[in-house]
């Protein structure tokens, strides 16, 4: 079993930035791909953004390249990403997910998720 437990998230004016943490426990990941995804109220679950944990290889969804950076750093366990120049269409609950190894967009590829932490961005 894996537990993630994601942080961060707040209410941030259009312009501004913020950084999410996903720290997870409960088994070792050193094969594993952890990536952000979002929801916004009425629409489906996107992908934002995964990364090796070993930080290899990184991909991001188009709407947020350039903007968003994601990282993690092995030694706490925890994902990273850092929003900037946030714009209202980012507002949405973020959530951070694991596979096993899969280099993946699709959420249904992930086993393990968040509870999920809310970004609103005002305009």
């Known amino acids: 079993q894996v537990q993630l437990v994601e942080s961060g998230g707040g209410l941030v004016q259009a312009g501004g930035s913020l950084r999410l943490s996903c720290r997870a426990s409960?088994?070792?990941?050193?094969?594993?791909?952890m990536g952000w995804f979002r929801q916004a109220p009425g629409k489906d679950r996107e992908f934002v953004a995964y990364?090796?944990?070993?930080?290899?290889?990184?991909y991001y969804a188009d709407s947020v390249k350039g903007r968003f950076t994601i990282s993690s750093d092995n030694a706490k366990n925890t994902m990273y990403l850092q929003m900037n120049s946030l714009k209202a269409e980012d507002t949405a609950v973020y959530y951070c997910?694991?596979?096993?190894?899969?280099?993946?967009?699709?959420?249904?590829?992930?086993?393990?998720w968040g509870p999920g932490t809310q970004v609103t961005v005002s305009s």
């Open positions: 990364i090796t944990w070993t930080g290899g290889i990184k």
């Open positions: 409960g088994r070792t990941f050193s094969s594993y791909v």
């Open positions: 997910a694991v596979n096993s190894g899969m280099l993946t967009v699709r959420p249904g590829s992930y086993d393990y």
